[in-house]
């Protein structure tokens, strides 16, 4: 017998995934190697679960890969040094965790030496493009398989394939899909198809049941969050997850982005980020104390380039190491406390404390007082500092009483 051809397959467990398995082993004559990266949106006994399901279908080998910790290292933290929100508004959840995803995916390939490799993206949307651009570079020449994509299928002759098969999953869907990260949950459903219209309270993955309101402390060493309250934490992932555990039953960073997919298309999800967008708010406002203006103002347009070049999957670009490099720098002096105060749905950012806040009383006080300069030093400076634009004035106004 002809020895059967290897592929790796990024596996799910969902609709999608399950239908890739079936017909890249019956039909093509594969052995299927699946692997799913835990981003931080699986329990234990799911990944369990989803290695059974993987199993019965008739995959060779199953592989888990707990990549929350590597996730942050190389993409989340990156995003908080950047204060990273797409269109001011979403935090790159689904889109970040894709990349991770992919590159651990092409690894395994690498490692099995595997002459294929293989996801269930539909051709309709951002994550094809992101899968296929990191294999093409990390494993050039290995075969992309998309087996949903090449066929066009429907959900409806998916769901009829794989009955042909007798396989049992449930095949009911749901009203919203959910795709549930470390860095947020994104949901989507009819009221995200159209350019108007809010999810439902009910739609919200994590419902609200704190009606009260509190105060919690969030401290930060060189721009990484690593202490809530009291609570020290030996990874920053352990402080988000922590942090999302207590404000998210406040309802706090729910939203809808509205975006440019990379096809060209417009389109709308719903995503909550409770975690997510506290601390990028509140390392944004340790950053605003402890900053000049001129390191503001070009990590802002760093950070920007940054988010929406990530969002479009490239993520391997040697640019994004530069920018990653200067981030990181940016960062040195950014270690202090920051309040924040809880309410359902929203939270206000109460203030900081911090050894290197650059508003400092025994500089002067904004609008009262100043003990760094004279009234005569600012006379100076303000006639230097305009100078320039005050000849350009003398000048245009010359030259048109010249020309009347």
């Not at 049992?168 to 947020?184: A, H, P, R, T, V």
């Not at 934490?233 to 509205?258: C, E, K, M, N």
């Not at 503001?296 to 950070?303: E, F, M, T």
Request: aromatic share 10%; charged share 20%; with cysteine.
């Amino acid at each position: 017998m002809a020895e059967r051809k290897q592929i790796v397959l990024g596996f799910s467990g969902g609709l999608d995934t399950s239908y890739c398995v079936k017909y890249l082993t019956d039909d093509c004559g594969y052995d299927v190697h699946s692997i799913i990266v835990n981003t931080g949106g699986f329990s234990e006994e799911e990944l369990t679960q989803i290695e059974a399901h993987a199993y019965k279908l008739g995959v060779k080998t199953h592989t888990t890969v707990n990549a929350v910790t590597s996730y942050y290292d190389s993409i989340i933290k990156y995003l908080i040094f950047g204060n990273v929100l797409k269109n001011n508004t979403y935090p790159l959840s689904v889109s970040a965790e894709r990349l991770s995803q992919a590159l651990h995916i092409a690894e395994h390939a690498q490692k099995l030496n595997a002459k294929a490799v293989a996801h269930g993206s539909t051709g309709a949307g951002n994550d094809q493009v992101r899968f296929d651009m990191v294999f093409h570079i990390l494993i050039p020449g290995v075969e992309i398989i998309t087996p949903i994509r090449d066929l066009q299928l429907s959900r409806e002759a998916e769901i009829a394939y794989l009955k042909s098969k007798n396989v049992d999953m449930n095949f009911e869907k749901s009203m919203y899909s959910i795709n549930k990260g470390l860095w947020g949950t994104s949901v989507g459903g009819k009221e995200t198809l159209s350019s108007k219209g809010m999810l439902p309270e009910s739609a919200w993955p994590t419902q609200l049941t704190k009606h009260d309101t509190e105060e919690i402390k969030l401290h930060f060493e060189k721009g990484e969050l690593v202490a809530v309250n009291e609570e020290q934490f030996s990874h920053p992932t352990l402080a988000i997850q922590y942090l999302q555990s207590l404000a998210g039953g406040y309802g706090i960073g729910r939203d809808i982005h509205v975006g440019d997919t990379i096809i060209g298309i417009k389109g709308r999800v719903g995503f909550e980020a409770a975690a997510p967008m506290i601390i990028i708010k509140a390392h944004h406002a340790l950053e605003k104390h402890v900053l000049t203006k001129w390191q503001l103002n070009w990590k802002d347009q760093l950070a920007q380039f940054y988010g929406n070049w990530l969002h479009e999957g490239q993520i391997l670009d040697p640019v994004m190491r530069d920018i990653e490099a200067y981030l990181t720098n940016s960062q040195q002096q950014v270690t202090g406390d920051v309040f924040v105060q809880l309410f359902p749905y929203r939270f206000q950012v109460i203030g900081i404390e911090s050894v290197h806040d650059l508003m400092s009383a025994k500089f002067g006080k904004y609008g009262e007082m100043n003990t760094g300069f004279t009234g005569q030093d600012v006379r100076g400076f303000s006639k230097i500092f305009g100078n320039q634009t005050s000849i350009w004035n003398q000048v245009k106004e010359s030259n048109t009483v010249k020309n009347d």
